[in-house]
């Protein structure tokens, strides 16, 4: 793009949302960068109309736009090869609703995942969303790439407490999904469309939510195992007993304690935790709590961070033993080191590889999907 022709777009993009809220790439390129893609104009509107009159500009000109957060999961699909306007979402931090007796919130899609559940805490509940840079990680941009951390085993991922959802689509179109209740079933379940769409079906800009209340109190169990196949009959003997805890998160050696390992976490009153101890028996290795608990989940977060290659995999529960096997032996057939943890009774893992050549890397990946 040409000096001119960027100057003159800023000039009106600016009429829209205002000048101090358009900036062009070359006073902030550190911040304007998408998966190594440089985008021409950043753009930071501060409500759905003000999204609605930029895409209706981008649209009309054949513009390329691509939508952000935090800019935590830009290297999650396929980055263009050209982005005219960064349209970032961090301005929409509006409260639109928030009743704590029913037990929902609506809120703008640039609120953090980190405010929205300090805003909850006071009033003991919870947003059962657990990421790593929770502070930078906003609310539109979870839904945009289906996030989800350790919690997902007893509460669902975000299209099963999502209630409504509001968006602009790529002409300037408003549209809506669901609503403010719980018990509200009229017309396509569009919420569960737009949840893991990145960005391609239109820009998120508000959703409402069911929330949960926080427990009481919370102790990690964690199970510590020679081989995978050990580690999955643990998680087996958890899925079938009457327990029900928050998280059964899977653990390879690369990381974890360096053995097989299944942490269960559980919420509740004494009397429930002691029963839990009760249940999972001489299995157990470490039971955490306080401080420490919240550094064992933390490092769970921050796993795969440095990684060169860091794979989802999803699958059939009861394929999750398999899937480990074949990694162990690809990985180990390709000279790579490898750490794999996630979800064990959901069948949402994470996979990194390392120490080796991207001939390697796609080579395990590839065959991963066959």
Same mark, same amino acid.
Request: glycine share 12%.
């Given at each position: 793009?040409?000096?001119?022709?960027?100057?003159?777009?800023?000039?009106?993009?600016?009429?829209?949302?205002?000048?101090?809220?358009?900036?062009?790439?070359?006073?902030?390129?550190?911040?304007?960068?998408?998966?190594?893609?440089?985008?021409?104009?950043?753009?930071?509107?501060?409500?759905?109309?003000?999204?609605?009159?930029?895409?209706?500009?981008?649209?009309?000109?054949?513009?390329?736009?691509?939508?952000?957060?935090?800019?935590?999961?830009?290297?999650?699909?396929?980055?263009?090869?050209?982005?005219?306007?960064?349209?970032?979402?961090?301005?929409?931090?509006?409260?639109?609703?928030?009743?704590?007796?029913?037990?929902?919130?609506?809120?703008?899609?640039?609120?953090?995942?980190?405010?929205?559940?300090?805003?909850?805490?006071?009033?003991?509940?919870?947003?059962?969303?657990?990421?790593?840079?929770?502070?930078?990680?906003?609310?539109?941009?979870?839904?945009?790439?289906?996030?989800?951390?350790?919690?997902?085993?007893?509460?669902?991922?975000?299209?099963?407490?999502?209630?409504?959802?509001?968006?602009?689509?790529?002409?300037?179109?408003?549209?809506?999904?669901?609503?403010?209740?719980?018990?509200?079933?009229?017309?396509?379940?569009?919420?569960?469309?737009?949840?893991?769409?990145?960005?391609?079906?239109?820009?998120?800009?508000?959703?409402?939510?069911?929330?949960?209340?926080?427990?009481?109190?919370?102790?990690?169990?964690?199970?510590?195992?020679?081989?995978?196949?050990?580690?999955?009959?643990?998680?087996?003997?958890?899925?079938?007993?009457?327990?029900?805890?928050?998280?059964?998160?899977?653990?390879?050696?690369? #990381?974890?304690?360096?053995?097989?390992?299944? +942490?269960?976490?559980? @919420?509740? =009153?004494?009397? *429930?935790?002691? !029963?839990? $101890?009760?249940?999972?028996?001489?299995?157990?290795?470490?039971?955490?709590?306080?401080?420490?608990?919240?550094?064992?989940?933390?490092?769970?977060?921050?796993?795969?961070?440095?990684?060169?290659?860091?794979?989802?995999?999803?699958?059939?529960?009861?394929?999750?033993?398999? #899937?480990?096997?074949?990694?162990?032996?690809? +990985?180990?057939?390709? @000279?790579? =080191?490898?750490? *794999?943890?996630? !979800?064990? $009774?959901?069948?949402?893992?994470?996979?990194?590889?390392?120490?080796?050549?991207?001939?390697?890397?796609?080579?395990?990946?590839?065959?991963?999907?066959?």
């Amino acid at each position: 793009m040409s000096t001119i022709a960027a100057s003159a777009r800023m000039t009106e993009l600016a009429a829209i949302i205002g000048e101090q809220h358009v900036v062009e790439s070359r006073s902030a390129l550190g911040a304007l960068a998408v998966d190594g893609v440089v985008a021409a104009i950043s753009v930071s509107p501060g409500n759905a109309d003000e999204i609605a009159a930029v895409l209706r500009y981008a649209y009309e000109r054949d513009l390329v736009v691509v939508p952000t957060g935090g800019m935590v999961h830009q290297e999650i699909g396929y980055a263009p090869s050209q982005v005219d306007i960064l349209l970032r979402t961090e301005r929409l931090v509006e409260i639109e609703h928030y009743d704590p007796g029913d037990l929902t919130i609506g809120v703008g899609a640039g609120f953090t995942i980190h405010d929205l559940q300090a805003l909850l805490r006071d009033q003991g509940q919870m947003f059962p969303v657990d990421l790593a840079h929770s502070d930078r990680v906003t609310v539109g941009g979870a839904m945009a790439v289906a996030a989800h951390g350790p919690m997902k085993h007893f509460f669902g991922g975000l299209r099963e407490f999502c209630i409504g959802v509001r968006f602009v689509t790529a002409d300037g179109v408003r549209g809506k999904g669901g609503g403010r209740v719980v018990k509200n079933v009229a017309g396509f379940d569009l919420m569960k469309l737009m949840i893991g769409s990145y960005g391609t079906l239109g820009v998120i800009t508000s959703a409402s939510f069911k929330l949960f209340p926080m427990p009481r109190q919370t102790r990690t169990f964690v199970g510590e195992f020679a081989t995978s196949a050990e580690a999955i009959r643990f998680r087996d003997a958890v899925v079938n007993s009457p327990l029900a805890p928050l998280c059964v998160e899977l653990l390879s050696p690369g #990381a974890g304690s360096g053995s097989w390992s299944i +942490a269960v976490r559980a @919420g509740g =009153s004494d009397r *429930v935790l002691a !029963r839990y $101890a009760s249940e999972l028996g001489s299995a157990v290795t470490r039971a955490l709590d306080g401080a420490e608990e919240q550094k064992f989940w933390s490092d769970v977060d921050m796993l795969g961070e440095n990684s060169p290659v860091k794979v989802k995999l999803s699958m059939p529960a009861e394929s999750v033993g398999a #899937a480990l096997e074949s990694v162990d032996r690809l +990985a180990r057939e390709n @000279g790579l =080191s490898y750490s *794999v943890w996630g !979800r064990a $009774a959901t069948g949402s893992l994470f996979l990194a590889l390392e120490n080796g050549m991207a001939e390697a890397y796609v080579g395990v990946v590839k065959k991963l999907r066959e």
